[in-house]
């Protein structure tokens, strides 16, 4: 595919030999820019991701935090690359549950590339490490995000607001 | 996305055997996919782009390799539209007691 090809050419993706990668595509009928805002903008995430907010400034080698609603910090790292409206880069170290955050560091890539009428949102989160606990995690929570980001942008209705990805209390 | 797309994808067994090895192992390039399957190359080709343009398989180039990824977003869409929110809890202590019983038989025989 050539938009694929080309989403990738800048920076490709480090698919690791080692690791254990998920990735997930949604099609979404908005603006990159408006998909951009929703994706780091604390109003919007609140809305679709049950509350839940980036603690950062965005700013390339800035420190870069998820909060949950009642204010513990459910994952931290750093911001890699901020390129509104097409890419953002984090680290990403799990926080609450100590068998989690020792599996380390995690990157979370997400990729905005206009479809037609809709935006092509691409988010790879991979870890060095095979069988992680983190990424089945993870990997549970991402579809109802980005599902019910999608809902927000195009009907101005989250879906029925995911729990927060690995919120055990 | 077209839900059109998706079923008729899904309804093919030979794409959702594609997608039980992609369940199992995510990330496999056409060669690895090929292996221990009873289909020819350009087959297993042909039911990739169908399961790529249903948005079920997503891509990314490691090299020269392009590798495969089981993409569940429009299956999370199928079962948000169909599935309430409360029953969640239900439907999954179900499918444990059908799983349970299911592979206990199966131990025994």
């Known amino acids: 595919m050539t938009n694929e090809a080309k989403a990738a050419s800048p920076a490709p993706i480090s698919t690791t030999t080692t690791g254990e990668q998920f990735i997930y595509t949604i099609y979404i009928r908005t603006t990159a820019e408006k998909l951009f805002a929703a994706l780091t903008q604390p109003e919007f995430t609140a809305a679709y991701w049950g509350g839940v907010t980036h603690d950062t400034t965005w700013k390339p080698g800035s420190p870069w935090a998820l909060k949950l609603p009642d204010g513990r910090t459910a994952d931290a790292g750093e911001v890699i690359e901020y390129d509104p409206p097409r890419r953002i880069v984090v680290s990403w170290h799990h926080q609450l549950s100590p068998e989690l955050n020792a599996e380390g560091v995690s990157r979370c890539v997400i990729e905005l590339e206009p479809f037609g009428e809709s935006v092509k949102l691409t988010v790879v989160h991979s870890l060095d490490r095979h069988e992680s606990k983190f990424l089945q995690a993870v990997s549970t929570g991402w579809p109802a995000i980005l599902s019910s980001l999608k809902s927000l942008l195009e009907t101005g209705e989250p879906i029925a607001p995911p729990k927060p990805v690995l919120d055990k209390k | ?107 025994d025989q």
């Not at chain 2, 090895?21 to 350009?42: D, P, S, V």
């Not at chain 2, 239900?90 to 349970?100: D, E, H, P, S, Y």
């Open chain 2, 1 to 107: 996305m077209d839900a059109d797309l998706v079923f008729r994808a899904l309804a093919d067994p030979s794409r959702r055997l594609l997608l039980d090895r992609l369940f199992a192992r995510n990330g496999q390039t056409l060669g690895e996919l090929c292996e221990g399957i009873n289909m020819t190359r350009q087959a297993v080709t042909k039911h990739l782009n169908i399961l790529e343009n249903a948005n079920l398989v997503a891509t990314r180039r490691r090299g020269r390799d392009k590798l495969h990824f089981l993409n569940p977003i429009p299956i999370h869409q199928i079962a948000d539209r169909w599935i309430n929110k409360y029953e969640r809890v239900q439907l999954r202590a179900l499918t444990n007691l059908k799983q349970a019983l299911e592979s206990s038989e199966g131990e």
